[in-house]
C-alpha cells in the first residue's frame, strides 16, 4: 500500500497548528476564521469560543483605533510586520505582544483576510522597565557610577561621574577607565583584575585623577555583571577626600597632643574627660584608662565673654597630692581642652629666676657695673 503524501494546504496547516507561536486569521469583516493551539494557551480562548467572533474580542478598548489603522493598511498591500502593541487574555488581563500582519490572497492576487503572529513579550517589557528604572536611579545618583568591560572599555557613565571627574559622557566612553582615571590600586592592577574575575566583586579605596588634575579618593565597589554577550564591570565611586584628608589632619594633631611635653587633656561640656595624652599619665600619676580620678572641681565650661571663650584656672589633684594648675585654652562650646601645669614646680622655677636677678643687681651695685654690661 502506497504512503499517503499530504497536499500542499494540509501540510501548511500541521505547521500552523503545531507552532509555539500564536497564529490566527481573520476574514475582511473581521471576523476570527482560524485559531492555532498557540493561541489558545496565549489568549485563554479554545478554537470554538473564538471562531467567528469579532477581532476585537482580544483587543482592549484603547487599541481599537491603531487596529483599524494596521488593517487599512494591510487591505492596501502592506505587510505590517514586528510592531509592538497590546492584548487582553479571556479574563480581562492585559499583555504585552509583538505582532505581525500579512494579507491573505489567493494565487490571483485577490483579498481574502488577514493573518496574525503573536508573541507574548510581557516579560521583556517588564525586564526593560526595570532597566529603565534602574538606569534611571543611577543617573539621579550624586555618586559616580559607570560600567566597563575588559575588551570595550567604558559603556555606560552618570552624571554623577561627569561631576566628579570632569569627563563628559561622549569623552569617557570606549576608553580605559584605568587610564582615563589614572587610577592607583593597592595591588598590581594585573593581580586586581584576576581577582575581581574570580570573585566577580571588590571593594576598597582608590585613588584617581580628575580632568583637571586634582586627585580625589573614592571609596569603590566592583560588580561583575553578565549580559549578553559576554561580562561588564559596575563600578560605584564615593568620593571621600575631604574625609581622608580630614582624617589625616586630625591624626597629625592626635600626634602632637600626644607626643608633648605639656599634659594636655580634652573633655566634653558635662565635665567628661574625652582625651588624655601621655604627659597628663606621667603629672597626674594615672593611665589613660584612670585618669577620670584625677578630680576636676571645675566640672563646667568656663563662661562666655564677649562671644569668645574665656580662660579658667583650677586645681587638680594627682595619685602623689601636689596641687596642679589647669589652663583652659580658648575653645569652641562643645569640648573644652586644657594645658596642666605643675603649680609646685612653677612656683619654684619663678622663685629661682627672681633669685638669680636679685643676686645680679646686689653685683652690680657693688661694682658700679652699669645694668647694660661690663664697664670699661
Known amino acids: 500500500m502506497a504512503k499517503e503524501e499530504p497536499g500542499e494546504t494540509a501540510y501548511l496547516a500541521a505547521i500552523v497548528r503545531s507552532s509555539d507561536v500564536a497564529i490566527y486569521s481573520e476574514d475582511l469583516e473581521g471576523s476570527i476564521n482560524a485559531w492555532n493551539e ?18 476585537y474580542l482580544i483587543i482592549p478598548d484603547d487599541r481599537h483605533a491603531e487596529e483599524r489603522d494596521v488593517l487599512r493598511r494591510v487591505h492596501a498591500g502592506e505587510r505590517v510586520g514586528h510592531y509592538n502593541t497590546v492584548r487582553q487574555r479571556k479574563g480581562g488581563a492585559r499583555f504585552h505582544v509583538s505582532m505581525v500582519a500579512s494579507p491573505i490572497r489567493t494565487p490571483g492576487g485577490v483579498l481574502l483576510g488577514v493573518s496574525k503572529v503573536a508573541r507574548d513579550i510581557t516579560a521583556q517589557k517588564e525586564l526593560e522597565a526595570r532597566l529603565a528604572l534602574t538606569s534611571a536611579l543611577i543617573e539621579l545618583s550624586h555618586e559616580a557610577i559607570f560600567a566597563w568591560s575588559l575588551t570595550d572599555g567604558i559603556v555606560e557613565w552618570n552624571t554623577g561621574c561627569e561631576r566628579l571627574y570632569g569627563y563628559s ?7 580605559i577607565s584605568h587610564e582615563l582615571l589614572h587610577t592607583v590600586h593597592s595591588l598590581p592592577l594585573e593581580t586586581f583584575l584576576a581577582r575581581l574575575v574570580a570573585q566577580r566583586e571588590w571593594s576598597g579605596e582608590l585613588r584617581h585623577r580628575t580632568r583637571d588634575g586634582r586627585e580625589v579618593i573614592v571609596e569603590s565597589r566592583h560588580q561583575v555583571i553578565d549580559v549578553e554577550g559576554g561580562s561588564v564591570v559596575l563600578e560605584t565611586n564615593r568620593d571621600v577626600t575631604d574625609r581622608r584628608h580630614a582624617d589625616e589632619t586630625r591624626g597629625r594633631l592626635a600626634a602632637l597632643v600626644e607626643s608633648s611635653e605639656d599634659a594636655i587633656i580634652g573633655k566634653s561640656v558635662s565635665g567628661i574627660i574625652t582625651s588624655w595624652n601621655r604627659a597628663a599619665e606621667r603629672l597626674f600619676g594615672y593611665s589613660a584608662r584612670e585618669g577620670h580620678r584625677a578630680i576636676d572641681p571645675d566640672a563646667h565650661p568656663a563662661g562666655a565673654t564677649n562671644g569668645r571663650r574665656r580662660c579658667a584656672r583650677s586645681h587638680w589633684s594627682r595619685r602623689d597630692g601636689p596641687p596642679l594648675r589647669h589652663r583652659q585654652m580658648p575653645k569652641g562650646w562643645k569640648r573644652d581642652c586644657g594645658i596642666v601645669d605643675d603649680l609646685a614646680h612653677s612656683r619654684c622655677e619663678r622663685r629661682r629666676h627672681r633669685g638669680v636677678e636679685d643676686r645680679q643687681r646686689y653685683l652690680r651695685a657693688e661694682t658700679g657695673e652699669p645694668a647694660g654690661g661690663v664697664s670699661r
Do not use: V
Not at 559622557?169 to 576608553?175: F, I, P, Q, V, Y
Open 169 to 175: 559622557r561622549d569623552e569617557a566612553l570606549g576608553r
Open 38 to 55: 498557540a493561541a489558545e494557551r496565549m489568549f485563554g480562548y479554545a478554537a470554538s469560543e473564538a471562531l467567528g467572533q469579532p477581532i
